[in-house]
């Protein structure tokens, strides 16, 4: 049986839950903000250095409804912590890579973990949590997350200009298998019967309704955001001058923003989860457009403004997003909702980042603003067209587990979400 925990410790474990994700994420995007350096350091282009970021979110997403899968038979605090040291032991290996190869080896490596995290982390945190309080259990380790993108990224650039990449690579490799290990601890017992269910499979989670389109805006949002985002340190050096310490500062604000807007992005989900979508894509199109009209003039003092406010609407579609998707896919489904979403996130970037790679390559990393645009006007029309998705909806019931896979005595916990 699934024992729920007390307000304190659920609180305490689902912040441990979050500081993985926060991590994981982290670890995934380290790249970005030592781009130059980690180039210098291997003897590679900075190009293919940015391609290891594809290559990670290729494996995370290849491997993460499979091993998902896989691992539903173990208990859910053994998954964590293994992804965690799967994750760990591939930043290790990234941190002495010599090559590309080698550090495309590690980082490999470390994404076979990342999936399953990101999978099994908010319905295992969800099913500990008292029934009022499970959509905020969930919330905060998605949360965790999405701070990453916009934080861990600067805070992981700053640790690695001022000691070296290496030593960044080594410092997310140990913090997350110390967090794995602390929420082992930290964590009850969680039978992965609830999800080996045949309620739990692929096409019964594609086909809940709402979901399409809700992977549709994921895909697009995502997209569109790494283009720019994974050659954000060429880009604002070639438009706006800023490298250095003035780029790690750019990243610091940048990075604030993104915390205000997955802090409020739980009550804009509950208040006006359609028209919080909806301005938050507007939002993030304006920007970028906007940006790229002051990179084209070199308008410093009216570009960086915007690429702060990219941060804060991109944090609060993540975020508004990702409880989307556990409102239409609960129960038995969580996990396998959780993964697909991750799978796609994971394609989103591929192809950000191979579509900034093939820019800047070609010497038009000036243009790379609109075609992030152009993610956010895609966005922006399906949010038009089918607001619904985004929309309350009803709890739903506990579903019924196969017998055959499930103990008897698993408890049968349904994951219908409370209102943040």
Not at 89 to 94: M, R
Not at 210 to 231: R, S
Not at 260 to 284: I, K, M
Request: glycine share 12%.
């Amino acid at each position: 049986m699934t024992a729920v925990l007390s307000r304190r410790a659920e609180a305490i474990a689902t912040v441990a839950l979050a500081a993985i994700a926060f991590i994981v994420v982290t670890g995934e995007t380290l790249p970005i903000g030592l781009i130059a350096e980690v180039a210098d350091g291997i003897g590679a282009t900075e190009s293919r250095v940015g391609l290891t970021v594809s290559w990670y979110a290729l494996i995370a997403a290849a491997s993460a409804v499979p091993l998902t899968r896989w691992t539903s038979r173990f208990d859910r605090r053994q998954v964590l912590l293994g992804s965690a040291a799967v994750f760990g032991a591939g930043h290790l290996v990234a941190a002495f890579a010599q090559d590309v190869a080698v550090l495309g080896a590690g980082r490999g490596l470390a994404a076979l973990g990342h999936g399953v995290y990101f999978a099994v982390a908010a319905p295992a945190a969800m099913r500990l949590a008292r029934p009022e309080a499970r959509g905020r259990a969930g919330a905060r380790v998605m949360v965790g997350g999405s701070i990453a993108l916009v934080v861990g990224t600067p805070l992981a650039t700053l640790l690695g200009q001022v000691s070296s990449w290496r030593v960044a690579m080594l410092a997310v490799g140990v913090v997350a298998v110390a967090l794995g290990v602390l929420v082992a601890r930290l964590l009850p017992p969680l039978s992965g019967a609830e999800v080996r269910g045949s309620g739990g499979s692929v096409l019964s989670t594609v086909r809940v309704p709402g979901v399409l389109p809700i992977l549709g805006v994921v895909l697009f949002a995502v997209t569109g955001h790494f283009t720019l985002y994974t050659y954000i340190a060429p880009y604002v050096g070639e438009r706006f001058g800023v490298t250095g310490a003035g780029l790690t500062i750019l990243l610091l604000v940048y990075g604030a923003a993104a915390v205000v807007g997955s802090t409020l992005a739980g009550r804009v989900a509950d208040l006006r989860p359609v028209a919080g979508v909806r301005v938050a894509a507007a939002t993030f199109t304006i920007a970028l457009a906007g940006l790229w009209a002051a990179g084209s003039l070199s308008i410093e003092i009216a570009g960086l403004p915007l690429i702060v406010l990219w941060g804060g609407a991109f944090s609060v579609l993540n975020v508004c997003v990702a409880l989307a998707v556990l409102r239409r896919a609960p129960g038995p489904r969580a996990e396998t909702a959780n993964a697909i979403t991750g799978i796609v996130f994971q394609v989103g970037i591929v192809t950000g980042s191979a579509l900034g790679a093939a820019a800047s390559s070609a010497g038009l990393l000036a243009t790379v603003p609109l075609l992030t645009a152009a993610g956010g006007v895609l966005v922006l029309t399906i949010a038009m067209l089918r607001g619904s998705a985004f929309a309350h909806a009803p709890v739903t019931p506990i579903e019924p587990l196969d017998t055959a896979a499930a103990p008897r005595d698993a408890e049968k916990v349904g994951l219908g979400l409370p209102r943040v």
